[in-house]
């Protein structure tokens, strides 16, 4: 067997893995895809495009969860201003509701595993920072394309 200079980080990657299978079985009938979009939006994201951007999904991925999401009464898109091209998003109480169901069951998946860990406290620390720096490379990223344009 070859040996990894990277065993640890590809330890992670695994564990990640396994993680995001273990979050989307405790998200009921909100699957991950539409959790993501939903939460989102829930975040203040009132575009498509920009939760493409930031959740670097395509933007059919996205408008196909939209269009998902608001058929089932979660999602609200409202025509914004004089351009009809653009639908601000917001969640609905509906929305809302589910989206703070599913949490708190994914939250409680969450500590029944970190339980297990060595230092629980530290890997929610070092989870947390997780969201801010994918923020930040879809930010580059689009900056960008921006660039290119």
């Known amino acids: 067997m070859v040996r990894r200079t990277n065993e640890s980080k590809?330890?992670?990657?695994?564990?990640?893995?396994r993680l995001a299978r273990a979050l989307e079985r405790s998200s009921g009938d909100l699957n991950l895809a539409h959790y993501r979009v939903l939460?989102?939006?829930a975040d203040g994201d009132e575009r498509a495009s920009r939760v493409a951007e930031r959740l670097a999904l395509g933007k059919p991925t996205v408008s196909a969860a939209v269009e998902s999401l608001c058929k089932r009464g979660l999602l609200r898109r409202e025509v914004s201003g004089?351009?009809?091209r653009v639908a601000r998003l917001s969640p609905t109480p509906a929305?809302?509701?589910?989206?703070a169901e599913v949490e708190e069951v994914m939250v409680g998946r969450i500590e029944e595993i970190l339980r297990r860990t060595?230092?629980?406290d530290a890997v929610?620390?070092?989870?947390?920072?997780v969201?801010?720096?994918?923020?930040?490379?879809?930010?580059?990223?689009a900056a960008r394309?921006?660039?290119k344009k």
């Open 10 to 17: 590809v330890q992670a990657v695994r564990a990640l893995a």
């Open 39 to 41: 939460a989102a939006v």
């Open 82 to 84: 004089d351009d009809r």
């Open 95 to 99: 929305g809302e509701a589910a989206l």
């Open 118 to 120: 060595e230092d629980p």
């Open 124 to 129: 929610i620390a070092a989870l947390a920072q």
């Open 131 to 141: 969201g801010p720096a994918l923020d930040e490379i879809a930010a580059e990223r």
């Open 145 to 147: 394309r921006k660039e």
